[in-house]
């Protein structure tokens, strides 16, 4: 049976025979491998933005079919949909008062449809939702941006409270994600639809924090100036890596489930 074994499954076992500090480092050497593939493959690094934008309505393209077609919610975070709201209301905000562009029809366009999520679960489906599993205290990240984004904001002409806002979106984006991860470590299986879809904003994810690193050495850092001085520009880009590595661990198990022909994915203890 061992001479069966694909290279694949062979490699992702012996990844995951590793120590957490081996795990984290072969995870950013494969962040970094990627990255230098994008910059090589892809001219317009500019593009890789809209590429995770398109990932992403995929991904929510995923979660619209479960909620309408099999009826039911179960696996998802009411509260992470709750929270990618907020966060993309006030982005919202700021785009019209700060630099209405693209950016902010797409963004219209994905809060409305997280509304209608929201509703879906609070009211037509909210048999099937699992309350008792959705227990992360959301204060725990709401305080923690609101007071972060009090001492660090961008530091351009706009208004003071604009400055702020944008910068607990920011806060407030990378971390959103956090309840719907606790709703599956505390289930421990997750269904496909659920999984497809924070597959999704795993590359959505990677994609635009590629987007902004590469940008970055393409201008030679002058974006960072551009977007204001002190600790700012460090914790923008701070911001898209931690929303990366958030994600990091459920893709290397999704990826592993799907290599491995699994229809539903099993995540053991302490993934999240």
Same mark, same amino acid.
């Given at each position: 049976m061992?001479?069966n074994?694909?290279?694949? $499954?062979a490699?992702?076992?012996?990844?995951?025979?590793?120590?957490?500090?081996?795990?984290?480092?072969?995870?950013a050497i494969?962040?970094?491998?990627?990255?230098?593939?994008l910059?090589?493959?892809v001219?317009d *690094?500019?593009?890789?933005?809209?590429?995770?934008?398109a990932? *992403?309505?995929?991904?929510?393209?995923?979660l619209?079919?479960?909620?309408?077609k099999e009826?039911?919610?179960?696996?998802?975070?009411?509260?992470s949909?709750?929270?990618?709201?907020?966060?993309?209301? !006030?982005?919202?905000?700021?785009?019209?008062?700060?630099?209405?562009?693209? $950016?902010?029809?797409?963004?219209?366009?994905?809060?409305?449809?997280t509304l209608?999520?929201?509703y879906?679960i609070?009211?037509?489906l909210?048999?099937?939702?699992?309350?008792?599993k959705?227990?992360?205290a959301?204060?725990y990240?709401?305080?923690?941006?609101?007071?972060?984004?009090l001492?660090?904001h961008?530091?351009?002409? *706009?208004?003071i409270?604009?400055?702020?806002?944008?910068?607990?979106?920011?806060?407030?984006?990378?971390v959103? !994600?956090?309840?719907?991860?606790?709703?599956?470590?505390?289930?421990?299986i997750v269904?496909?639809?659920?999984a $497809?879809?924070?597959?999704?904003?795993g590359?959505?994810?990677?994609?635009?924090?590629? $987007?902004?690193?590469?940008?970055?050495?393409d201008?030679?850092?002058?974006?960072?100036?551009?977007?204001?001085?002190?600790?700012?520009?460090?914790?923008?880009?701070?911001?898209?890596?931690?929303?990366t590595?958030?994600?990091?661990?459920?893709?290397?198990?999704?990826?592993?489930?799907?290599?491995?022909?699994?229809?539903?994915?099993?995540?053991?203890?302490?993934v999240?």
């Amino acid at each position: 049976m061992k001479g069966n074994k694909t290279p694949i $499954h062979a490699a992702t076992t012996w990844v995951r025979r590793q120590p957490p500090k081996i795990k984290i480092f072969l995870a950013a050497i494969t962040a970094m491998a990627a990255l230098v593939f994008l910059r090589m493959v892809v001219e317009d *690094h500019d593009s890789l933005f809209v590429v995770a934008e398109a990932v *992403h309505a995929i991904g929510i393209s995923v979660l619209i079919y479960k909620l309408t077609k099999e009826r039911t919610c179960a696996g998802l975070s009411l509260k992470s949909q709750e929270l990618t709201a907020i966060f993309l209301a !006030v982005r919202l905000y700021c785009s019209f008062v700060m630099e209405y562009d693209m $950016h902010t029809v797409l963004d219209s366009a994905t809060l409305v449809t997280t509304l209608w999520v929201i509703y879906m679960i609070r009211f037509k489906l909210k048999s099937s939702y699992m309350d008792d599993k959705d227990n992360f205290a959301i204060y725990y990240v709401l305080i923690p941006c609101a007071v972060l984004s009090l001492l660090v904001h961008p530091s351009t002409q *706009h208004h003071i409270v604009n400055r702020i806002s944008w910068a607990f979106c920011v806060y407030l984006e990378a971390v959103s !994600v956090l309840p719907q991860l606790q709703v599956m470590q505390n289930t421990k299986i997750v269904e496909p639809f659920t999984a $497809h879809y924070v597959f999704a904003l795993g590359v959505a994810r990677f994609l635009s924090c590629a $987007h902004w690193i590469l940008q970055v050495l393409d201008t030679r850092g002058r974006l960072l100036t551009a977007l204001g001085y002190g600790l700012w520009p460090s914790m923008v880009l701070l911001s898209e890596i931690v929303q990366t590595f958030i994600l990091a661990d459920f893709c290397y198990y999704y990826v592993k489930s799907l290599v491995g022909g699994q229809l539903v994915l099993r995540l053991p203890s302490g993934v999240v």
